[in-house]
């Protein structure tokens, strides 16, 4: 029997290592399989692409807003794996009628490597899970090196549009933009707060706007419409899943990050 307490503070109590696993989260199930989990992921959401194989040997459940609660309970799983912000507080609680459901909340890289750590704990995968936390910290301190000598310029980062959004504070976009000496904009507005293009320069004049691939899809007359409010600001698409996906996707996002910086120098 093991006791372990998620990140939101609930405490969890299991006979034996869980073997049937449901994910909610598409970095989660990425970590997953990272660790060697492939085998035991039985339920996935249609979100999680990576990797794309998984979409066509596992169960897909729904969305992260929205489940099947009848084909999770009929994959019989061992626990499910849910985080805060991509999965709202009644799907968790009406999942908890079918089995333990760990809640991840990450917004530091700290809460990252934790998350890492606590799976390995969760599956028998400490080795694996360690390994995973190492190429972090190595990948993190090789790129703070990188980032030292940068000047520190003033980006918007929008995920939506009608309404427009952007990422604001206290979310994990926010902590990656930080690490980037990217000064977000709206970080004094709320974790996502909607945004009038036509007051962008009073709220803070970017020097960069970036386009997320992820959750909406920004194209060209998108750029070209946030470009009528901006004045100097140099417009930049970017790999959403690199700003915003957690777990060990997090390694490759610092390899994306140095090239972020010569595309925009």
């Not at 006791?3 to 997953?32: C, K, N, W």
């Not at 085998?39 to 692409?49: D, N, R, Y």
């Not at 000047?151 to 504070?169: C, L, N």
């Not at 996502?192 to 959750?215: A, M, N, Q, W």
């Amino acid at each position: 029997m093991k006791s372990l307490t998620d990140q939101m503070g609930t405490l969890h109590t299991f006979e034996q290592t869980p073997v049937r696993i449901v994910s909610l989260v598409p970095s989660q199930t990425e970590l997953l399989f990272d660790l060697g989990l492939e085998e035991q992921l039985v339920g996935i959401t249609k979100f999680c692409i990576h990797p794309y194989h998984l979409k066509s040997t596992k169960k897909i459940i729904g969305g992260t807003k929205k489940v099947h609660y009848e084909k999770i309970r009929l994959l019989a799983p061992d626990i499910i794996i849910a985080n805060k912000e991509e999965n709202t507080a009644e799907i968790v609680a009406e999942l908890s009628k079918i089995c333990p459901v760990w809640v991840t909340n990450i917004i530091t890289i700290e809460d990252n490597l934790q998350m890492i750590a606590d799976f390995g704990q969760l599956f028998n995968k400490r080795t694996d899970a360690q390994k995973w936390i190492d190429k972090t910290r190595y990948a993190y301190e090789d790129f703070k090196r990188f980032i030292a000598d940068k000047p520190e310029k003033k980006a918007a980062y929008f995920i939506w549009r009608d309404p427009y959004m952007a990422a604001g504070s206290d979310n994990f976009i926010n902590e990656l933009l930080k690490l980037n000496h990217f000064k977000n904009i709206y970080d004094t507005k709320g974790r996502y707060p909607e945004v009038e293009l036509k007051k962008i320069r009073l709220e803070g004049d970017p020097d960069l706007v970036f386009l997320s691939s992820e959750p909406y899809p920004f194209k060209d007359e998108h750029a070209f419409e946030i470009g009528r409010f901006t004045h100097h600001a140099k417009t930049v698409f970017v790999d959403g899943e690199m700003f915003s996906w957690y777990g060990s996707r997090l390694v490759k996002a610092f390899d994306y990050f140095k090239q972020l910086h010569q595309r925009i120098t």
